[in-house]
């Protein structure tokens, strides 16, 4: 017996497209680098490469933000990065002019990290952190870093050595907000400013003050030298782009150590106190 034949079944509706879902936004790695540092890593090859060559202006910070398409902020902070390095300098109303490149501690026209330094000689900058205590700012701090006196601030004692060798004692004084994310650093860190920028922390200019300090008790232990010893001391209160002071430093070095170097011309000699 023949089936009689079934009814086909109906075909399905078409479905209506879907509309296209936005891809998640990429989050953002732990660690990552930012934006800012790449950009000046970029600057920093280019001056290196010879692109701008010594004396130069770089281009001004709306030219250099649309060529790399970053932000006049990100502009910004890139170059008070390489300020730090002592690549370029500045004056109030002129575009960056290129340095030659640094090749010495020269206190009148560039600051550069403890670390950026010893690396500049050949030589491997070390640091282990004495003590970290938070307190209460005294006038003098409260003076240098431009806060209320009793203000909450951090004090932090390191030694720092060139190849193994002890050669400085640091006394610097933080502000809360810059104390905290120090406090935070392991013990043996290296360079303080190197993690501090990754923060958005930059040390682009300083107020230094060279004097000769006697060896207390501390420094005599930490450097091997004898109490009352004569020790080169630099007194430097560091100060962010937009010139809030970041760090209050006193920092005694055992002679031979290091030499400072500065340069001065008529129009912006260094101040000269002489004893009555």
Known sequence: MNEAPQAAAPAPAPREPRPPQEAPAPRRAPGRTPLYLKLAEELRAAITAGEYGSGARLPAEDELARRHAVSRGTVRQALAALRTDGLITSRRGTRRVVL???????????????????????EEPGGRTV????????????????????????????????????????????????????????ADTVSYSERLARHGVLFTDAHHTIDIALADAEDARLLGCRVGE?????????????????????DRYLPGTVAFTAHSTAASALGRRLRP
């Open 100 to 122: 030659g490149g640094p090749a010495e501690e020269n206190a009148a026209c560039e600051l550069r990290s403890f670390t950026r330094w010893a690396r500049s000689l050949g």
């Open 230 to 250: 004569a020790l080169l001391r630099e007194r430097r209160r560091a100060t962010d782009p937009a010139g809030t002071p970041v760090e209050w430093s006193q």
């Open 131 to 186: 003590a970290v205590d938070r307190g209460a700012a005294d006038a003098e701090e409260a003076e240098q870093l431009r806060i209320p006196a009793g203000a909450a601030v951090y004090r932090v004692r390191r030694l720092r050595t060139l190849s193994g060798a002890p050669v400085m004692v640091e006394r610097t004084t933080y502000p809360e907000a810059v104390g905290v994310l120090v406090a935070a650093m392991p």
